[in-house]
């Protein structure tokens, strides 16, 4: 699977901006599908995963009541809805897919991954 994802910009604090990924292929609903974000000079980190579905996301402590992770499987596309944004999001955003993976909060367990789209927010 070939993932693009978009939607980054420059973004006030207390603003939303809603991030999308692009699938390719037929066979989206069996992927697990997941955001992370890298801040300069600092490691990649966990922000959302969802399951098939979407019946299943968690969310990292950082972002939980602010951000939503959702996904269309007919439009091959899962987003991350920001809302609330602080500075400290800044970051480059990336979505990742793992075909019947579980929703893992590591890197690792991720095989593919999209270019990035970055996320600036302003105070």
């Known amino acids: 699977v070939q993932l693009q994802a978009c939607g980054g910009g420059l973004v006030q604090a207390g603003g939303s901006l809603r991030l999308s990924c692009a699938a390719s292929?037929?066979?989206?609903?069996?992927?697990?599908m997941a955001w992370f974000r890298q801040a300069p000079g600092k490691e990649r980190e966990f922000v959302a995963a969802s399951n098939w579905s979407g019946g299943i996301r968690t969310y990292d402590d950082s972002v939980k009541d602010r951000f939503t992770l959702s996904r269309d499987n007919v439009k091959n596309t899962v987003y991350l809805q920001m809302n609330s944004l602080k500075p400290e999001d800044t970051a480059v955003y990336y979505c990742?897919?793992?075909?019947?993976?579980?929703?893992?909060?590591?890197?690792?367990?991720?095989?593919?991954w999209g270019q990035g789209t970055l996320v600036t927010v302003s105070s």
């Open positions: 990742a897919a793992q075909p019947y993976g579980r929703e893992s909060r590591r890197t690792d367990d991720y095989g593919y």
């Open positions: 292929g037929r066979t989206f609903s069996i992927y697990t």
